[in-house]
């Protein structure tokens, strides 16, 4: 089973910075495309960033130049390095692991804040 775990979530200034990380369980997250997703109160949850096991990337439009995704596969880990944010990047951001045989798992998620 695996078990994705989120931090560093939290409240920052518009134009401010903030760092999430993700630390999955088992032997498979090195095979496994991770990608960084969001979602506000009444709204469906959407992609921001992806990194395939390869280390292939793709971002969403609105985060192009802002937010860079990275893996360090010895740590079973993801990053989403959030720049320059804006309030309209408020929401809670949820760590997506896809299997090769394409199952999903999710974890808790991580609220972030952009405010003055």
């Known amino acids: 089973q695996v078990q994705l775990v989120e931090s560093g979530g939290g409240l920052v200034q518009p134009g401010g910075s903030l760092r999430l990380s993700c630390a999955a369980s088992g032997s498979i997250f090195r095979f496994s495309t991770m990608g960084w997703y969001r979602q506000v109160p009444g709204k469906q949850r959407d992609l921001v960033a992806s990194?395939?096991?390869?280390?292939?990337?793709n971002y969403a439009d609105s985060v192009k130049g802002r937010f860079t995704i990275s893996r360090d596969n010895a740590k079973n880990t993801v990053y989403l390095q959030m720049n320059s944010l804006k309030p309209e990047d408020t929401a809670d951001y949820y760590c997506?692991?896809?299997?090769?045989?394409?199952?999903?798992?999710w974890g808790q998620g991580t609220q972030v804040t952009v405010s003055s």
């Open positions: 990194i395939s096991g390869g280390g292939m990337s």
């Open positions: 997506n692991l896809r299997t090769v045989s394409f199952s999903n798992y």
